[in-house]
């Protein structure tokens, strides 16, 4: 049975109600969900659903009859879309008509999972807690000029000192950072106090590439310079970084030596694996080294053009691989840098 | 630096133990990184005691014991010796462990008795001739307890990280100076046996002057100090015991008794020194002079050595003799035919001798302490010292005066150091007189004002590294110990600088890339590069194969990995943000800060219920470098414009080129996917000089990074309208063409266009292409009528018709 092209508004009215008449009955046979389904899509799909032809006819229906046809066409509708619900609802266990899969043991689809790298995200962890006092994100350039390296740092020319520092040379005045410690002099000279800044990045060194040396890695170096700033600062800070970063109640300072603090130390915290008692990680000490740092040399402030009379200021720089290494029981530095997919991915997980 | 905990003794009469000597010496001096046991050898010994013990069934000489070596488990042991008791406690070896003759110990039968393990004799232990018994150990500790902890057996050894700026601490005296200070115990030089030589005058001359008949000419330029003596009739043999072992307890081996001397004094007061076999000097002559270019000299460890001038020697009158400071020659070496000596003490140039050594590849225990700087005034006294031991040991007799030829003896300066100023740099107020105390302690010479104004301080002469105020207050603080000051958080100002705007952009890039599933790395910049002056060169690179720096993250990521695929890992999605460098001319490089990405491989991990085989293609790149991009510039509109030269499109970030994907070519085996790329820079990293030295910049700093945040439009009430446009699209025209002439017709009631359609094949003509678009209209403020949207769409297809001759697909 089908309409006529200008069906009249009773044409309309008597296969309409028996259209519906057919499809609550279809509806409410449904034995199951496929049932259900094929007559939703019999009488309201959206390719050959039968209620489309009703559709279309309210196009071809005298202008006078529309409203009244569309009434009727909305009434249908609805009638059978909550048949359809309420049907779904009784054949379904859970609400929609959804069944769940038979066998619930199979397996999530998996996803592939970004990830940080494992320095990174400790340089993150570092920054996360300094930045709670204030310290802000500063960078500069991997190659360097040997004066922001060595000279304007207090290093004394053709001095032992810089055998610990041995370099990766670009041109004579010209080379791969050492340290992330020229960052200190570019800030002072960019930025009058006070300071308050961390610069974490990658450095150099003419190493061997073993277990526990290599030629390039991360650095983060802070840096605290304005009035009145002193040792106990320094102290304080970090003793207060150590206590967030490291969970570690203890934390010590020795003498130490670096060209461009003074006085200079190196801060120990309680070795995690042997709670101080000491054990072979630590040396039997009971003690890990953490971090070198000191108060500003005068003069570097001065190589900066600050005046170290009125200013004082403290430093410290760090390893986040030596941490990152501890805190994933990586034994060989070299997987941070071999970009082994099956290490980043553990570390995804 | 190894110090012996007995060879300080003999400095000062201290009662720590070892291991309290380690904290004393690390927190107040340097750091104690190690300290070994002389007899490690012991290390595996334990202290047990003897529970039972009985006669052997099948021997009359045998026991049999249960011996208790606190593992909490009795022990079966049979034991030789007739002294075996119960209730006693011994040296005990368990099985598996090597005593110090070499044997270790098996599980094994003796006469059908098992036996765990050894009792052992002071013999077997290496430590005496006893071997009449066991050994009865006296001390009271439980069973299980290590030999070397349960007695006083051995020296023990300190490895102290002496850091360059403490040369004085490179000896015994150096470091029992500390330990004196620190524990207000009494610092006195050790007794050696024999006489103080006498000798007469020895005037500071310059230049040039004799010894008992040797003429020394010194260039002081290379050695501001040089000291020379005489000793005739010596007899060069054995060292004594005692100096032997004083000389391994610092790991040095005993070569005889007079290198032992000169080796002695090192390491007890830190001044190097030579004895030179007198006899083997031509011209009666010493000469301290720069090497001359292609002189040659073969040095104690047997080496013939190539010289230049920037090589001090010691020369007489015809050649050298020992490279200054560094080593001795072997034809002028002391041997057993040796009678006359001529002793070397003195102060050779510290950058020279670094210079030199460097030179001729050579480091020694003498030009460690040269370079680092040898106390200017020590000589006197260590030659004084050298000679009475020599004497001691070899015999001998000094020959005369010793000759001291020196420039010119620095007068100590004095360092004004303000009370306040230490209060402002260490935080708490030391009080003068404490300060002095301490520093006083340690050899400096201090003379306070009234109250709490200045100290003047002289620092002693071995000292060189005390120079400014700066150097004092550190000197303070160190003495009274670092944990002594408060750790107390003070107010603080916030700082002027903000966040670097390179790290803003990468940290946003980082996390959007993360979000996308990607993997960071961290990989080194260094490349193969082409030979070609495209790369910046590392000078003096660690690798030859590797000495550039890389001008592409791409080139770093593609070696990386082949390493992943050499693995059989080819589902790759690593991503690393770094710099990349370009040569300039100038000095400094340009360095860019990229963010570089490469992906291969399945585009998600194999499931039961996921569609197989789908792999990272140039769409997937293409999404990466807008989505990248637009976090690396977020203010700027991104455009991938088609590109050729081996990039498929450059990224254009506000009309600017900043980047581009790449099919990514590997040295791949064959069941490798294609591997896609994609390279964005972020910024070009500031590297000129701020300011000149000595100067700032302050006024020229740039404030806060601009900030990007999208802008709210109202959301939309009124309904959509959706209709699909399938088309024809002849060859040479493309989807963007397409899109635009789309546009352009809908005009702004157009809300969203997207193509969701290629298709090629049956019912498209040849040459032609299909492409489908949904389109999604909407007008603001009321329902699209259907005919409006029909007119629309007959406008879209003539425009396309006209302009591109794209016709709606029919079929
Ligand atoms: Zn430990």
Not at chain 2, 7 to 20: G, K, Y
Not at chain 2, 327 to 348: H, I, K, Y
Request: hydrophobic share 40%; with cysteine; charged share 25%.
């Amino acid at each position: 049975m089908t309409l006529p092209d200008h069906p009249s508004l009773d044409d309309y009215r008597g296969q309409i109600s028996e259209m519906a008449a057919q499809g609550l009955a279809a509806i409410g046979d449904a034995p199951d969900l496929d049932a259900l389904e094929a007559a939703r899509v019999a009488y309201l799909g959206d390719r050959r659903g039968r209620m489309l032809e009703f559709q279309r006819a309210l196009g071809a229906i005298a202008r006078d009859a529309k409203p009244e046809a569309g009434r009727l066409f909305n009434t249908v509708k609805r009638q059978l879309e909550s048949a359809l619900d309420e049907r779904r609802a009784r054949l379904g266990r859970g609400a929609g008509g959804y069944t769940p899969p038979a066998d619930l043991t199979m397996p999530a689809r998996p996803q592939w999972t970004g990830a940080r790298h494992p320095v990174t995200l400790v340089i993150e962890e570092i920054a996360a807690i300094f930045r709670e006092l204030g310290f802000t994100i500063a960078l500069g350039p991997e190659v360097e000029t040997e004066w922001y390296n060595f000279g304007a740092l207090n290093f004394p020319a053709n001095h032992p000192a810089m055998d610990l520092h041995d370099t990766l040379y670009v041109q004579d005045d010209v080379l791969l950072r050492t340290h992330t410690s020229p960052v200190q002099v570019r800030t002072l000279q960019r930025f009058a106090p006070p300071i308050r800044i961390l610069a974490p990045g990658n450095v150099y060194r003419r190493d061997f590439f073993d277990a526990s040396h290599a030629p390039m890695f991360a650095q983060i170096e802070g840096l605290c310079v304005d009035e009145g700033v002193s040792f106990v600062d320094l102290k304080a800070t970090l003793g207060h970084f150590a206590r967030r970063f490291f969970g570690s109640t203890r934390a010590r300072f020795r003498p130490s030596y670096f060209p461009f603090t003074e006085p200079s130390a190196e801060m120990d915290v309680e070795c995690r694996l042997c709670r101080g008692a000491g054990c072979a990680a630590c040396k039997g000490t009971g003690w890990m080294e953490i971090l070198g740092s000191g108060m500003v040399h005068p003069a570097v402030l001065e190589a900066a053009g600050v005046d170290s009379e009125k200013y004082t200021g403290w430093a410290f720089g760090m390893g986040p691989a030596r941490i990152a290494m501890q805190r994933y029981g990586v034994t060989d530095i070299r997987v941070f840098y071999d970009s082994d997919v099956r290490f980043l991915e553990q570390i995804a997980e | 630096m190894n110090v012996s905990y007995e060879w300080l003794r003999a400095f000062v009469p201290f009662e720590e133990t070892p291991a309290q000597l380690r904290e004393l010496i690390t927190t107040h001096a340097a750091t104690v990184d190690d300290l070994v046991h002389l007899r490690a050898d012991l290390a595996d010994i334990v202290v047990a005691r003897v529970v039972e013990e009985g006669p052997h069934p099948d021997s009359d000489h045998l026991h049999v014991t249960r011996v208790d070596d606190g593992s909490g488990e009795l022990l079966d042991v049979v034991c030789g010796a007739a002294n075996v008791t119960a209730g006693k406690l011994y040296p005990f070896a368990r099985v598996g462990v090597t005593i110090p003759t070499g044997i270790t110990l098996e599980k094994r039968k003796i006469r059908g008795q098992t036996s765990n393990g050894m009792l052992c004799s002071a013999r077997e232990l290496k430590l005496g001739d006893d071997h009449a018994g066991i050994m009865e150990l006296s001390v009271d500790v439980p069973p299980g307890t290590p030999l070397l902890r349960a007695l006083p057996l051995s020296d023990m050894q300190f490895v102290v990280d002496v850091l360059p700026n403490r040369p004085d601490l490179l000896s015994h005296l150096g470091v029992a100076r500390e330990v004196s200070a620190a524990t207000g115990k009494p610092l006195a030089l050790p007794a050696l046996p024999g006489e103080a030589p006498v000798w007469g005058e020895a005037p500071h001359v310059r230049h040039e002057g004799t010894t008992a008949g040797v003429t020394v000419r010194v260039d002081h330029a290379l050695a501001p100090r040089y000291m020379g003596l005489v000793i005739k009739g010596v007899k060069v043999g054995p060292s004594p015991e005692w100096l032997v072992k004083r000389l391994e307890s610092v790991g040095s081996r005993s070569i005889n008794n007079v290198v032992d001397a000169s080796n002695y004094v090192l390491h007890e007061v830190g001044q190097p020194t030579h004895a030179f076999d007198l006899a083997r000097l031509a011209g009666a002559t010493v000469q301290v002079r720069a090497a001359r270019k292609g002189e040659k000299i073969v040095t104690l460890d047997g080496v013939e050595r190539a010289l230049d001038e920037t090589v001090t020697v010691i020369a007489d009158a015809e050649r050298a003799h020992a490279i200054a400071g560094v080593m001795g020659g072997r034809d002028s070496e002391v041997t057993d035919a040796t009678t006359d000596l001529f002793l070397e003490v003195a102060v050779f140039d510290a950058r020279r001798t670094r210079t030199g050594r460097k030179r001729v590849g050579l480091s020694t225990d003498a030009s460690y302490r040269f370079e680092r700087g040898v106390d200017f005034a020590l000589p006197p006294m260590a030659l004084e010292r050298l000679a009475r031991l020599i004497m001691a040991v070899a015999g001998g007799q000094v020959a005369g005066p010793p000759v001291d030829v020196v420039e010119q003896v620095p007068v100590p300066r004095a360092v004004t150091v303000r009370s306040s100023r230490v209060a402002k740099v260490l935080g708490a107020r030391v009080p003068s007189v404490d300060a002095a105390a301490r520093l006083t302690a340690i050899g400096f010479t201090v003379d306070a004002e009234e109250g709490e104004g200045e100290l003047t301080v002289v620092a002693p002469s071995w000292r060189a590294d005390i120079v400014r105020e700066i150097d004092v207050i550190e000197e303070i603080a160190r003495l009274k110990g670092y944990d002594w000051f408060p750790t107390e958080i003070r107010p603080f100002r916030p700082g002027t600088p903000p966040d670097d705007p390179i790290w803003v952009q990468s940290d946003r890039v980082r996390e959007t890339l993360v979000s996308l599933g990607l993997l960071e790395a961290r990989p080194m910049p260094f490349t193969k590069g082409d030979g070609a002056s495209r790369f910046v060169r590392v000078a003096n690179p660690l690798a030859e194969d590797e000495p550039y720096l890389r001008r592409e993250l791409l080139d770093t990521l593609a070696r990386r990995a082949e390493d992943n695929l050499a693995h059989l890992q080819g589902n790759l999605r690593l991503f690393e943000i770094g710099s990349a460098f370009e040569p300039t001319g100038a000095a400094m490089p340009r360095e860019i800060v990229r963010v570089g990405v490469l992906m291969m491989g399945d585009r998600h991990p194999e499931h039961f219920a996921s569609a197989r085989g789908q792999r990272y293609d140039e769409w997937d790149a293409k999404a990466v470098a807008e989505r990248a991009a637009r976090a690396a510039h977020p203010a700027a509109d991104i455009a991938l414009v088609p590109a050729d030269g081996g990039w498929l499109w450059r990224v254009h970030a506000g009309g600017r080129d900043v980047g581009g994907v790449r099919h990514v070519a590997l040295d791949a085996p064959v069941w490798a996917a294609p591997a896609f790329g994609v390279e964005i820079d972020l910024a070009e990293m500031p590297n000129a000089d701020v300011a000149p030295a000595g100067q700032n910049a302050h006024g020229t700093a740039p404030g806060p990074v601009g900030r990007h945040w999208p802008q709210y439009r109202p959301v939309p009430t009124m309904p959509s309208a959706e209709f699909d446009l399938a088309l024809l699209v002849p060859a040479g025209v493309t989807s963007a063409q397409v899109e635009a002439s789309i546009r352009a017709a809908s005009g702004e009631l157009l809300e969203r266009l997207q193509l969701f359609d290629q298709y090629t094949g049956q019912g498209v003509p040849e040459g032609m292409r299909s492409l489908a678009w949904r389109l999604t209209l909407r007008h603001p403020e009321r329902t699209l009528r259907d005919k409006e949207i029909e007119g629309r769409r007959s406008k879209i297809l003539s425009v396309l018709d006209q302009e591109l001759h794209v016709r709606a697909r029919t079929s």
